[in-house]
């Protein structure tokens, strides 16, 4: 998460940041084992000696814990067009322990890389040590917490700290590298390392090049050989000793609240900073914003998705296209599940971001729009040696528009003229001619008639000129294109624009051609033949399709029947000549003989285009045979229905629910013996506590879920008040009982991480016994953004606490959170899953647990008072084979009340939701955590902060989209039983 301090810091900084710095020289570490697999010069990358746009996106293979659905996501990305997939790896969740690495089940790395390969991306690996990602602990482990010192620079005891995880993550990356067969061709040590603090918490001008030392140090002695690059969180020159620098950028913001109005204007400095910095590398955007965090009490991402919309994408990415940007990964792309306490205070369980594929691996619209750019980038190889010679701006009269200009370097013949409202967060529509640079000399587009270059509000587009399409050579195109393909001798071009619009293309030839429309209104092409190019003008409606005699077909379509063409191959060397309308998704594309053979994902009758070359006699969906017929224009057509089958989904209103409280200790007669005793007096913590013995969480192991705190006393007599002074994270809440009375609770808003409170006792007997217990939420381990910060050893417990009236004297305090702390008892879902509530210390949430004896009650009849209470039912799914049926776990919430919910689906803590805050009501649960053929457990624990009590408004299974196809099987992630847990509390 970016947080404040680093809004100022960048503020502070932006102006200073396009100054480069000296590169430190002499630091760089010698790789080791030379490799050309992966190569750059000052302009892109080379894979296998070939130019490369490396287009990627970033997904977190932590925050999916189902290794079958990796391909599907991963297939979603191939089809965008993009090469790439960019992931970080988080330290704390694969040692929970220090010195104990789990890269087991659901862990396992492998499964993911085999699957990039599979769907035919590379990967980029970014496994910190730190990596922010809005994750607990900024990926840091809660153990190190007692590791003193600064963190994220020399500091030996630091250093000590995460040699090992970089050696043991380091061998895995290393293996997986594309010059040992694998798909990783680029990787990254730390993220953002930008910012830099002093002890005293003083800001520090100065990076610590030492450490980068040593983390490229410990890259190479684990046999990580292709490059490195960094991620500045601006274009600052911190980190330049990698072998490709590179930075990040969020250009429009994270003010869901007022999606669009609150855009900034778009930057123009990019590509001139990047080269001050950086002149010998690819300009290389690490994370470009592919959505938005949101915190506690936030608008929710369907109202972040309107601030990073289409729209977004249509000005931004654009944007980013005209800083000659040569690596650009998308952040996020799929944002996932904050799953078993993941996330950092600043974020709740959904992970959604927004992005273009949501939590529930559904496609927004924004995929679409990606997609027709990334697909039309594939296919123009000399935007890779192409910079911005010119940026003009209209400022004064007429539209307020931006063009830049690129000029191809080495090619010497292209433009690309990159063209956008200056003020794209304004509501104007333009319309306006276009000056540009062709070989036949300066133009002013469009030519014919009285037409104008539209340009809608909020919107972008990319010009070219001299542009060769195979063997056409495209004088102009005022038409965006798609892409083009050159099938069997004939050259397909795919060209777009907004419904309604005029549109024009410029074609050099010397002969006359015969312009024969197939499909549409010819009435809405006009076109003007001299002895040296065609041009023709069209008014784009749904779709055109025009022969320019027999080696040309152009298709002039809108914007939204733009997005149903799908490219499977959009490499240039035609291997797969294959373009398909239609359908939701294209997963795959092969010939089998004379079978192309097509794969992927329908949501009602579809009628396929296909665009191949004659050898393909017949085709398949799915497996299934799709009849065809011929079309005017020499393709094929056949109408595909499609079956998405009725399930029988449960209501969890009619189910039997058991329930227990989960409260015991706040009866008189809870024995805590076996509890923690928090008898530390000292602690490596930098705030030091007021208390007698340190109450801080992390100091006994404990890091996630919810913490419970006893101290016993024995009463001088007189105790009339308790105070105290307790942390727990953004939006956390507490309770606080005397013996078996309820003193009270701060129910928690999205801000306060902290809190003073006051309970009054009823006066306590003199040498009577009494114990303080506080349930408490820990929100997640704060993140640590600057290097040198100890922020996320932000404490979890209590910094202080007094009595009034009289002071009793303390017996000892005890403390537990997850069963075993760092020595956590579940390996197959990791330590972060489990919280500190009695249900789930002792196994409770488990499936395969005997309730039999508990008593029935539901959470919607709920709990009657203040305290925790925690049910369990049991349901079973049918969901067929070759449907995607993503499928989610709903709350009502018409009435707002002080109550939260913890969820776990088959033991797998799959979401917190907190009634009065929110904003998540809705949580999807991934087939492979939800069992789709057979039974499932569903425990939640009730904590009600009220004196009223809580029950749930309701709770549904919500089917949410419907599709036939998906990616296959999907097998359920590992979901141990039940067993007795004979050291459990
Ligand atoms: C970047 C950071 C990412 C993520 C992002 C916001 O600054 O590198 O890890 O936190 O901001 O989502």
């Not at 041009?535 to 809108?558: P, R």
């Not at 349901?875 to 989610?888: A, R």
């Amino acid at each position: 998460m970016v947080s404040f301090s680093k809004i100022a810091l960048f503020a502070a900084v932006a102006q200073a940041a396009v100054i480069p710095q000296e590169s430190p020289t002499g630091l760089k570490v010698k790789r080791s084992g030379d490799q050309d697999i992966v190569t750059w010069d000052k302009y892109s990358f080379f894979v296998n000696g070939e130019r490369v746009l490396i287009y990627s996106g970033e997904v977190h293979p932590f925050r999916n814990p189902v290794q079958d659905l990796h391909l599907d996501v991963l297939q979603k990305i191939k089809a965008l067009g993009f090469n790439a997939v960019s992931i970080y790896v988080h330290w704390g969740v694969v040692e929970y322990e220090r010195g104990k690495f789990n890269w087991d089940g659901v862990f396992n790395l492998q499964p993911f890389f085999d699957a990039a390969k599979a769907a035919g991306l590379w990967v980029i690996a970014r496994p910190g040590p730190y990596i922010n990602a809005e994750s607990a602990g900024g990926g840091l482990p809660g153990w190190g917490a007692r590791v003193e010192g600064q963190w994220r620079n020399s500091n030996a005891n630091y250093t000590a700290a995460w040699q090992p995880y970089i050696n043991s993550v380091g061998k895995i990356i290393a293996k997986n590298q594309i010059t040992n067969g694998g798909p990783i061709i680029i990787a990254q040590p730390e993220n953002e390392y930008s910012g830099f603090m002093n002890p005293d918490g003083t800001l520090n001008p100065q990076e610590d090049l030492e450490y980068e030392r040593l983390l490229l140090e410990a890259f190479d002695e684990a046999g990580i050989v292709v490059p490195t690059v960094s991620n500045d969180a601006w274009i600052g020159g911190h980190f330049t000793s990698v072998d490709v620098y590179g930075y990040d950028n969020y250009p429009a913001g994270f003010d869901c609240a007022n999606p669009i109005s609150s855009w900034p204007d778009p930057p123009d400095y990019f590509y001139a900073a990047h080269r001050d910095v950086a002149p010998n590398t690819p300009n290389s955007i690490l994370e470009y914003q592919g959505g938005a965090f949101d915190p506690w009490g936030g608008a929710g991402f369907e109202q972040c998705y309107k601030l990073i919309g289409p729209e977004m994408v249509r000005v931004y990415y654009k944007n980013a296209y005209a800083s000659a940007t040569h690596l650009l990964n998308i952040y996020m792309i799929f944002g996932g599940t904050n799953w078993g306490h993941l996330t950092n205070p600043g974020g709740y369980s959904s992970y959604d971001y927004a992005a273009a594929i949501a939590e529930d691996r559904t496609l927004r619209e924004k995929y679409y729009e990606i997609k027709l750019q990334a697909n039309f980038l594939m296919v123009s190889p000399a935007y890779l040696t192409s910079v911005p010679v010119n940026v003009q701006k209209f400022p004064t009269s007429g539209p307020n528009i931006t063009i830049t200009e690129l000029w191809d370097e080495v090619g010497e013949k292209q433009r690309f003229y990159i063209i956008r409202q200056s003020k794209p967060s304004e509501n104007t529509n333009s319309a306006f001619k276009v000056d540009i640079e062709t070989s036949a000399g300066q133009l002013t587009v469009p030519q014919l008639g009285n037409a104008a270059f539209s340009l809608p509000a909020h919107d972008s587009k990319i010009l070219v000129t001299d542009y060769p399409a195979g063997p056409v050579d495209i004088l102009y195109s005022t038409l965006e294109i798609l892409t083009w393909k050159v099938i069997d001798g004939k050259t397909v071009l795919l060209l777009y624009a907004n419904t309604g619009e005029s549109g024009e293309i410029s074609v050099l030839t010397n002969t006359a051609r015969k312009v024969d429309v197939r499909r549409g209104k010819s009435n809405t092409v006009t076109f003007k033949q001299t002895s040296s190019s065609l041009t023709l003008q069209f008014v784009v409606g749904h779709e055109t399709v025009v022969a320019l005699d027999d080696d040309i077909l152009l298709y002039v379509v809108d914007r939204v029947n733009a997005y149903n063409f799908w490219v499977p191959d959009v490499n240039l060397k035609d291997d797969l000549p294959v373009i398909i309308k239609g359908g939701y998704l294209l997963r795959t594309a092969k010939f089998s003989g004379n079978t192309l053979a097509l794969t992927g994902d329908t949501n009602g009758t579809t009628v396929f285009e296909v665009i191949a070359p004659k050898k393909a006699q017949a085709y398949t969906w799915n497996g299934k045979r799709i009849d065809t017929d011929l079309t005017r224009h020499g393709t094929q057509e056949g109408r595909y229905r499609t079956t998405t089958p009725r399930v029988d989904i449960p209501d969890l209103a009619r189910l039997k629910w058991k329930y227990i409280n989960t409260l015991p200790e706040v009866s008189n007669s809870y024995d805590d013996s076996n509890w923690v005793t928090a008898d530390h007096t000292s602690t490596t913590n930098k705030i030091k506590p007021l208390t007698p013995v340190v109450l801080y969480a992390s100091d006994y192991g404990f890091h996630s879920g919810n913490i419970l705190w006893r101290g016993h006393f024995t009463a001088a007599g007189g105790e009339s008040e308790f105070n105290l002074s307790i942390q727990g994270g953004n939006a956390f809440a507490y309770s606080v009982w005397d013996n078996d009375k309820y003193l009270g609770s701060f129910t928690g808003a999205p801000a306060p991480s902290a809190h003073n409170g006051t309970y009054t006792l009823s006066s306590w007997a003199k040498d009577s016994n009494h114990v303080i217990t506080i349930l408490q939420d820990h929100m997640g381990l704060e993140q640590n953004w600057f290097g040198g910060e100890e922020n996320f050893k932000s404490f979890r417990g209590l910094s202080d606490y007094s009595f009034g009236g009289a002071n009793p004297t303390l017996k000892h305090w005890k403390l537990t959170g997850n069963l075993g702390g760092e020595k956590f008892v579940d390996w197959a879902r990791g330590g972060y899953n489990e919280g500190g509530l009695f249900a789930i210390r002792k196994g409770y949430h488990l499936p395969g647990f005997d309730d039999s004896k508990w008593a029935s009650k539901s959470p919607l009849k709920g709990i009657s008072g203040p305290g925790a209470e925690f049910y369990r039912t049991t349901f079973n799914l049918n969901i067929p084979d070759g449907v995607d049926y993503p499928i989610s776990i709903d709350f009502g919430n018409k009435v707002k009340e002080s109550y939260r919910v913890e969820i776990y689906v088959n033991g797998w803590q799959f979401g917190k939701y907190i009634d009065d805050i929110g904003p998540q009501t809705s949580f999807p649960i991934p087939q492979g955590i939800l069992n789709y053929k057979g039974e499932n457990t569903l425990a939640l624990s009730l904590w009600s902060l009220e004196d009223g009590g809580a029950a749930l408004e309701s709770i549904d299974l919500v089917v949410r989209n419907k599709v036939e196809g998906g990616v296959g099987a999907v097998k359920n992630s590992p979901a141990p039983n039940y067993t007795v847990r004979p050291s459990s509390y």
